[in-house]
Each structure stands twice: as C-alpha cells, then as structure tokens.
C-alpha cells in the first residue's frame, strides 16, 4: 500500500541583524536553540545528488529527501524560491527508494529483507549502504533556533528556523510540512506571506547549507550539480 508522506515546503533566505526583532513583531514564538550533526551520502559519481536525492543521518537517524512529483521540469524549479522535497524516514522504504534510483535489482536483497524484522535494521541498513559503495561527502554540525507562528488556527503551522553551520554560514528557512497534492498551493502562499510580514522582499533564491558547503569544499562535485541544474 501507499502511505502519504510528508512533503517539506521551504523557503530560505539571508538573516540580517534585525530578525529577532522582526520575529517578535509578527508573534513568532521560540521553541528552542538545538544542535546537531549531519552527514550526507552519495556514490562516487555523484547517482544520487545529480538526481536530486539527499541521503542523510542526522544524529543516528536516516533520512531521505527525493524530489516530488510536482517538480519534474529543472528549469522551472530554478527559478522557485519555494522548493519542495519528500522526507523518507522509514529504512525500508529509504532502500526501495535507493534500489530504484541506482538501479538495483529486488531480487538481489529479498532473503535478507526476510530476516530484517529479527534483525537489528540500523546495522543491517548501514551495511548495506556499504555494499553499495555509498561515502560521505559532507559532514556539517548546525545549532538552529526553532520558531512557529500560532496564528492562522491550522495544524500546519509557518515554522522558521535559523541556522548557523559550522563553517561559517547562517541561513534562515520558512518552511511548512503538507502531504502531497492540493495543500501545496496554500503551503507556498503562507510562506510568502511570512517572508513579506518580515520584509523579505528579495526574489532571488537564497544558497542553502549544502550549496555553500560543496561550494567551499567539494568545488568538483558542486560543478556537476550545477550542470545538472540541481543547483
Ligand atoms: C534538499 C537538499 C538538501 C538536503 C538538505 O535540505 P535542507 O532543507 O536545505 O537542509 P536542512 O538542514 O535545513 O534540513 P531540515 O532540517 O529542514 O530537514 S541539500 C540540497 N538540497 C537541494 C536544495 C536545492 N536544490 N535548493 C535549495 C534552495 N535548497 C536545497
């Protein structure tokens, strides 16, 4: 069967010194600063990213970010300030997900998926990444500041978080997790309404952690992703 996921809508932008204010002023409500350390995936040649997927574990936990389906066309999403990525969680669905895009086929993995249930599955996947010949290529550590705006009477709230990565980048996010379909256009509405109220007037798309981190120490992967237009 097919469960809806979760798709994250976000937009980024340039923190000035006056965010805390602005945040105060449009009743933004702290949640908390947290720290933590991800670590980002791929092969050697680059099959995940230049696709656009984004495997991570952040603090022992994996996850999966894919392109949804609204966003098939490279051009068009270039020029998107909002982006939107589906976030998988669930292991076994991360590795159908990786099977498919690296070309792998079923057969190869179904006696040990068998056995997965009795296994411990963190220690299976890790190996099995392994085998796949999958390496880090970023590792970043992050201390974010969590906010959420408690009007508007709705369940999916405007969350704005504020990031400062470890080497020497800070980047804000508006962002607003729906399930796929219809609430996608309300989603991006209420993050432009956001950045207006904080007079975020720039159209330009703001550079994320990733795209400044393979910009600063990964020049030659940050090359194909930009031929590819994933960037
Ligand atoms: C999707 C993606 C990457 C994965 C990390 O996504 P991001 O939301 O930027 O990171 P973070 O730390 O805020 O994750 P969260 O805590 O919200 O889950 S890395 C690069 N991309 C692609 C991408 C893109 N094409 N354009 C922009 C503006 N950002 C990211």
Same mark, same amino acid.
């Given at each position: 069967y097919?469960?809806?996921?979760p798709v /994250?809508v976000?937009?980024?932008?340039?923190?000035? %010194?006056?965010i805390?204010? =602005?945040?105060? *002023?449009?009743g933004?409500?702290c949640?908390?600063?947290? /720290?933590f350390?991800?670590q980002?995936?791929?092969?050697?040649d680059? &099959?995940?990213?230049l696709?656009?997927?984004?495997l991570? =574990?952040r603090?022992?936990?994996?996850?999966?970010?894919?392109?949804?389906s609204? #966003?098939l066309?490279?051009?068009?999403?270039?020029q998107?300030?909002?982006?939107n990525y589906?976030?998988?969680?669930?292991?076994l669905?991360i590795?159908?997900?990786?099977?498919?895009?690296?070309?792998i086929?079923?057969?190869h993995t179904?006696d040990?998926?068998? &056995?997965?249930q009795a296994k411990?599955?963190h220690?299976?996947?890790?190996?099995?990444l392994q085998?796949?010949k999958?390496?880090?290529?970023?590792?970043f550590?992050?201390?974010?500041? %969590?906010? *959420?705006?408690?009007?508007?009477g709705?369940?999916?709230?405007?969350r704005?978080?504020l990031d400062?990565?470890?080497f020497g980048?800070c980047v804000?996010?508006i962002e *607003?997790?729906? %399930?796929?379909?219809?609430e996608?256009? &309300?989603?991006?509405?209420?993050?432009?309404?956001?950045?207006?109220?904080?007079?975020? %007037?720039s159209?330009?798309?703001?550079?994320?952690?990733?795209q400044?981190?393979?910009?600063?120490?990964r020049?030659? #992967?940050y090359?194909?992703?930009?031929?590819a #237009?994933? *960037?």
């Amino acid at each position: 069967y097919c469960r809806v996921m979760p798709v /994250e809508v976000e937009r980024k932008f340039v923190c000035d %010194s006056h965010i805390l204010e =602005k945040l105060k *002023v449009i009743g933004a409500v702290c949640l908390g600063q947290y /720290e933590f350390k991800d670590q980002y995936f791929d092969s050697a040649d680059f &099959t995940l990213t230049l696709k656009d997927f984004w495997l991570r =574990k952040r603090e022992g936990s994996w996850e999966l970010k894919r392109p949804t389906s609204s #966003h098939l066309n490279a051009e068009k999403r270039a020029q998107d300030v909002c982006t939107n990525y589906r976030e998988i969680t669930d292991l076994l669905q991360i590795r159908a997900e990786l099977m498919a895009i690296m070309g792998i086929y079923a057969e190869h993995t179904s006696d040990s998926s068998q &056995t997965e249930q009795a296994k411990d599955i963190h220690a299976e996947f890790d190996k099995w990444l392994q085998d796949l010949k999958l390496e880090c290529f970023a590792e970043f550590t992050t201390v974010r500041c %969590s906010y *959420v705006l408690e009007d508007e009477g709705d369940d999916r709230r405007v969350r704005i978080d504020l990031d400062q990565a470890d080497f020497g980048y800070c980047v804000g996010e508006i962002e *607003v997790l729906v %399930s796929e379909g219809f609430e996608m256009t &309300t989603a991006v509405q209420r993050i432009e309404k956001t950045a207006q109220k904080l007079g975020l %007037s720039s159209e330009q798309k703001t550079r994320g952690k990733m795209q400044v981190y393979l910009q600063k120490f990964r020049p030659d #992967h940050y090359a194909e992703l930009l031929k590819a #237009h994933v *960037v």
